[in-house]
T-cell receptor, first 118, second 115 residues
Framework: AQKITQTQPGMFVQEKEAVTLDCTYD???????LFWYKQPSSGEMIFLIY??????QNATEGRYSLNFQKARKSANLVISASQLGDSAMYFC???????????????FGKGTKLTVNP | GAGVSQSPSNKVTEKGKDVELRCDPI?????LYWYRQSLGQGLEFLIY????????KSGLPSDRFSAERTGGSVSTLTIQRTQQEDSAVYLC?????????????FGDGTRLSIL
């Protein structure tokens, strides 16, 4: 069974600094996809970034980057130059197996609450 | 363009009543998903629809839960004889297709409260 672990219930960062949110995963499937979502207090789930298990390079999307360490089964989200609007819950999620006929559901971690201080 | 639309945004009902939650996916998205977000359990998958294929119902917690998707577009999640443990935010998501790196796009959810 697939499992996502986010060990940081809460994180604090100063505005303009970088922060890393941890995510480890467990799957026996060689093909999988990893996703990060942001959920502000208003409740909507906002897609941030995606990493495929066979991608050669770490994913980047603006101020978001993914530190993907396949051997360690970790996919940490790095947010650079934090802004007050980055304060939210952040969820790591996985789809596995990521193949024709494979699972389509997302398995989510428990989330990390990020607070950006001015 | 328009995102995933869910209604109602909030629903309060008495224990034992039936409720219907609606989801209107992004136009052209063939895949539709329902998830439940509760304080104790985090985000849980409920059910998934893809085109005319049989839905994946593996996440439905009991036979009181059912869902349908008419015409490959709008979906309705029905909870019969509601219980207090059904209180949660019910999220709907859609994606352009399957077996791809396209993310699932979520609606704002329906907050269900069972008295």
């Amino acid at each position: 069974a697939q499992k996502i672990t986010q060990t940081q219930p809460g994180m604090f960062v100063q505005e303009k600094e970088a922060v890393t949110l941890d995510c480890t995963y467990d799957t026996s499937d060689p093909s999988y996809g990893l996703f990060w979502y942001k959920q502000p207090s208003s409740g909507e789930m906002i897609f941030l970034i995606y990493q495929g298990s066979y991608d050669q390079q770490n994913a980047t999307e603006g101020r978001y980057s993914l530190n993907f360490q396949k051997a360690r089964k970790s996919a940490n989200l790095v947010i650079s130059a934090s802004q007050l609007g980055d304060s939210a819950m952040y969820f790591c999620a996985m789809r596995a197996p990521f193949t024709q006929g494979g699972s389509e559901k997302l398995v989510f971690g428990k989330g990390t609450k990020l607070t950006v201080n001015p | 363009g328009a995102g995933v639309s869910q209604s109602p945004s909030n629903k309060v009902t008495e224990k034992g009543k039936d409720v219907e939650l609606r989801c209107d996916p992004i136009s052209g998205h063939t895949a539709l998903y329902w998830y439940r977000q509760s304080l104790g359990q985090g985000l849980e998958f409920l059910i998934y629809f893809q085109g005319n294929s049989a839905p994946d119902k593996s996440g439905l917690p009991s036979d009181r839960f059912s869902a349908e998707r008419t015409g490959g577009s709008v979906s309705t999640l029905t909870i019969q004889r509601t219980q207090q443990e059904d209180s949660a935010v019910y999220l709907c998501a859609s994606s352009p297709g399957t077996h791809s790196n396209q993310p699932q796009h979520f609606g704002d959810g329906t907050r269900l409260s069972i008295l």
